[in-house]
């Protein structure tokens, strides 16, 4: 057995725990105060002056979580054995099951960010090319299982086969680590990953019952079938701080973020606000900038706790006046025709769509971090623009209305 282990203050604890079992039967233990990473690629590589890491027939980790810098010395050294990846935790899980042996068994427990985002694409191909799911445990409390943690992010615990054979996937979920409460279900792979998803979103279901936008038929456009964009905010308020301005003045257009929206209406300026209301409308700011119009807008971080993970609002170009143009934040997520408005029913219809507890369900099982990135958004599907226009259109004639309400008018739409 292996032990990798680069921290000197945990050698002395790890030393004394396995020489518990050291020698006894088969048992060798072999502690390597090294870089796994480096360890492990160079082994890979075939390299003649580094110690061989034999094959293994399991695999435990618990690894570091930390950003990968894109010309890092690790990132330069994954390349070099064909792993792409963004944190060492990915790393980590890549290189196990690059040096698993047929059969072999990894089990981790790692963030669930991995699940979705563009970011981790090329490391759940990676995995999922090389091995099998066969079970996710969810812990449903971020706070109680790693309380002392300041844990962000959902975790999970994976168990992965190198070269199985991928059948239905065990997901078991309990609210902390004393599983106290343990939940089982089994899931065929189609719910894990879809089988149409060029991105490889893995998704951890939590009921066996699928829910109001898988069984529905009228829910299957994508946003190009509907004509229709999802963009970041474009402005990153430090970076054009020189033409931020606190309040309007003249030659300024306003700048909207996450606090001038709430689920009934638009608000700007805010007087007070933490945040600037305005930017200059110049040569250096206008590429940034997008026609006043109605938009659909999302803010792009919310955490599980919250009530609703997708939060929607609609921009009403009446709230800015004659303004000719609008700056986005770069915390909103923005829905647009080629960065130009929405007829209003569309985009009214769209934030009511997003705003039904069946998007907040179905989003869940796919995202458990704290962002809600314009990808995500993007590979949804959603009814067709007729229906979502029908839905716009019932909303600005009731002008205000409850959460009942519209999930109720979504299952009339779509049934």
Not at 153 to 176: A, K, M, W
Request: charged content about 25%; hydrophobic content about 40%.
């Amino acid at each position: 057995m292996d032990a990798f282990e680069l921290d000197a203050a945990l050698m002395d604890h790890l030393v004394s725990t396995l020489e518990r079992y050291n020698h006894k039967g088969d048992f060798v233990a072999n502690i390597r105060q090294e870089d796994f990473i480096l360890a492990a690629v160079e082994t890979l590589e075939g390299n003649l002056f580094s110690p061989p890491i034999e094959r293994y027939s399991h695999a435990i980790l618990n690894p570091p979580y930390k950003k990968i810098n894109s010309n890092s010395t690790h990132r330069l050294a994954l390349r070099r054995v064909g792993i792409e990846t963004v944190n060492l935790y990915s790393a980590f899980i890549a290189l196990a099951v690059a040096q698993a042996a047929p059969g072999g068994q990894i089990v981790a427990i790692i963030p669930r960010s991995f699940c979705n985002g563009p970011y981790y694409r090329p490391f759940r191909e990676f995995i999922l090319e090389r091995a099998a799911v066969h079970h996710m445990h969810l812990f449903e409390s971020r706070s109680k299982a790693f309380k002392d943690d300041k844990v962000l992010q959902e975790n999970i615990i994976i168990r992965l086969e190198r070269d199985g054979q991928q059948g239905p996937v065990t997901v078991t979920t309990s609210t902390d680590d004393t599983f106290a409460d343990l939940v089982t279900h089994k899931h065929p792979f189609d719910r894990i990953v879809f089988p149409d998803d060029s991105e490889r979103f893995i998704h951890v279901p939590t009921s066996p019952e699928k829910n109001a936008i898988e069984l529905s038929e009228a829910i299957r456009c994508t946003l190009a079938d509907l004509g229709i964009k999802i963009s970041t905010g474009p402005v990153v308020d430090f970076r054009l701080k020189e033409h931020l301005r606190d309040m309007p003045e003249e030659g300024t257009v306003p700048l909207l973020y996450p606090g001038h929206f709430s689920s009934t209406s638009t608000t700007w300026p805010i007087e007070g606000m933490k945040k600037p209301n305005a930017i200059k409308h110049n040569a250096d700011t206008e590429k940034w900038l997008y026609p006043n119009g109605f938009y659909c807008v999302v803010r792009r971080f919310s955490s599980k706790e919250e009530k609703r993970r997708i939060v929607a609002s609609v921009v009403d170009p009446s709230a800015f006046g004659d303004a000719p143009v609008l700056g986005f934040e770069n915390h909103l997520n923005l829905f647009h025709e080629n960065k130009r408005g929405l007829p209003e029913a569309l985009a009214r219809g769209l934030a009511v769509f997003l705003n039904t507890t069946a998007v907040d369900e179905n989003f869940r099982r796919f995202n458990g971090h704290t962002q809600v990135n314009a990808t995500d958004l993007k590979l949804m599907k959603y009814p067709s623009r007729e229906t979502l226009i029908e839905l716009g259109e019932w909303a600005i004639q009731q002008g205000t209305f409850t959460q009942e309400q519209i999930d109720a008018k979504l299952g009339t739409l779509t049934e």
